[in-house]
């Protein structure tokens, strides 16, 4: 434990385990059974590469590994469809060193892998909550504790569902494929929340020691950015493409020399990617021209477009964006959209304007595990004076955070707001 190549097997799983089950599920038409021939791989990977050392290409490592072990599942298997004994035969022919052409196989309009497992997972089959879990756990990498705190939900119920969801899709025999675009729409949506909340976990990792996870960032943009050629017609997609461009030019200034987080106000905005930013207003005024301006995400793209409009915090249309954001709670009323308007409107309006709104959701079962609410409350009553007050909010915002770098910009504010409360010695600051 500890050595060098489990590091490599960690660091490759978290890389390149989306394509590895993706590539796996198209070979095999099996979603289940592809996460499981991954796993497999892996653990060979930690029998093998202490002994014999990191391969040169340890993803087409894992991935050869996991198609022998397909090829003697299905030899075992008498019981095999026409289509997995012809793949058999493909990858014994090729062998080792180059890829079988599987596209003539499982062929679709697009050839992409990873879209392909995304529409599967999204199939409608499964529940809204089973859909976006499954696809969290096999496209984004995230652990289960990982996506029960993007939901706010407990653990074990986002276990169940990703296990329920697999049962499902092999019950149903749910083929591995981008549906025709009779049925694109009515998986869209959670297709396109999927990739949002991806992103979202690399744009403010739940838990870890990073405070990013720009892999998991440049992933979603990726999908959205195909997901808009696909569907160019849909102004949502245009939407969820606009808002990740915009959020994902700020990677660079999010944080600090250190890897500390930098806060949006306190960003040097000399460092946001002025070109993604670009890409982020034109996909607005697609949407736009397409006339889906009152979108989730195109409503969100706006906000995000007045911060990237801005060249200095202050000249930020603070007025604007609380009225998005009370459009948006308006057309999915949410505890937390309506905690991000509390933010808008104290900036708007005054600290005591926005404490008023958050005191409202402090009752919300949502919220109570949610550290941004403490930190969000700690905020308002540091600048209304009240500094003793804010510290204890500081502090619950620590214990409530899973990630390292949050935990620790949390801390460091109690220590200051106790420090203006006088209850703490500047010399002891560490």
């Known amino acids: 434990m500890g050595s060098p190549a489990h590091a490599a097997v960690e660091s490759v799983v978290r890389m390149e385990s989306a394509r590895l089950i993706a590539g796996l599920a198209r070979y095999t038409g099996d979603v289940g059974l592809a996460e499981e021939l991954a796993q497999d791989a892996v653990v060979a990977a930690l029998e093998q590469w202490p002994g014999e050392g990191v391969p040169r290409n340890p993803g087409a490592w894992l991935m050869t590994v996991a198609r022998r072990r397909a090829v003697d599942l299905f030899r075992r298997n008498h019981d095999l469809r026409l289509k997995y004994a012809q793949i058999a035969r493909a990858v014994e022919a090729e062998g080792d060193t180059v890829t079988p ?77 981008v549906p025709g675009p009779a049925d694109r729409p009515a998986r869209l949506s959670s297709v396109l929340e999927v990739i949002y909340l991806i992103f979202n976990e690399g744009y403010s990792a739940t838990a870890g020691d990073d405070w990013m996870r720009p892999d998991l960032c440049a992933e979603a943009l990726r999908l959205a950015r195909v997901l808009a050629g696909l569907a160019p017609e849909e102004p949502e997609v245009h939407g969820l493409a606009a808002l990740l461009e915009i959020q994902a030019s700020r990677l660079g200034a999010r944080a600090g020399p250190s890897g500390e987080p930098v806060l949006l106000l306190d960003q040097n905005r000399a460092r946001w990617d002025r070109l993604l930013i670009r890409r982020g207003l034109a996909a607005l ?132 707001a106790a420090e203006q409360a006088g209850d703490l010695d500047p010399s002891s600051r560490s």
Not at 106 to 131: E, G, K, N, Q, Y
Not at 146 to 163: K, M, N
Not at 302 to 329: K, Q, S, V
Not at 378 to 388: E, I, N, P
Request: with cysteine; proline share 5%; aromatic share 6%.
């Open 285 to 416: 005024d697609r949407t736009r021209e397409l006339g889906g301006t009152d979108g989730p995400y195109a409503l969100q793209a706006a906000i995000a477009a007045c911060h990237a409009e801005a060249f200095r915090a202050e000249d930020t249309n603070w007025a604007r964006i609380a009225a998005l954001y009370e459009a948006l709670a308006r057309r999915v009323p949410s505890p937390v959209v309506a905690l991000n308007r509390a933010v808008a409107v104290s900036m708007a309006q005054g600290p005591q304007a926005g404490l008023d709104l958050v005191d409202q959701l402090t009752a919300e079962p949502a919220l109570r595990g949610y550290h941004l609410l403490p930190s969000v409350r700690g905020d308002l009553l540091l600048k209304l004076g009240r500094a003793a007050e804010a510290r204890s909010e500081f502090e619950r915002a620590a214990e409530l955070t899973g990630n390292a770098a949050e935990r620790e910009l949390s801390e460091d504010r109690a220590r200051a």
């Open 101 to 177: 052409d599987f596209d003539r196989a499982f062929s679709d309009d697009i050839d992409d892998d990873l879209l392909r497992l995304i529409f599967t997972a999204c199939h409608p089959v499964l529940s809204v909550p089973a859909r976006t879990a499954l696809t969290l756990r096999l496209l984004g990498g995230l652990t289960t504790a990982e996506i029960a705190r993007a939901y706010l939900v407990p653990e074990p119920t986002v276990a169940q569902r990703i296990v329920r969801a697999k049962r499902v899709l092999a019950r149903e025999h749910v083929p591995f494929e």
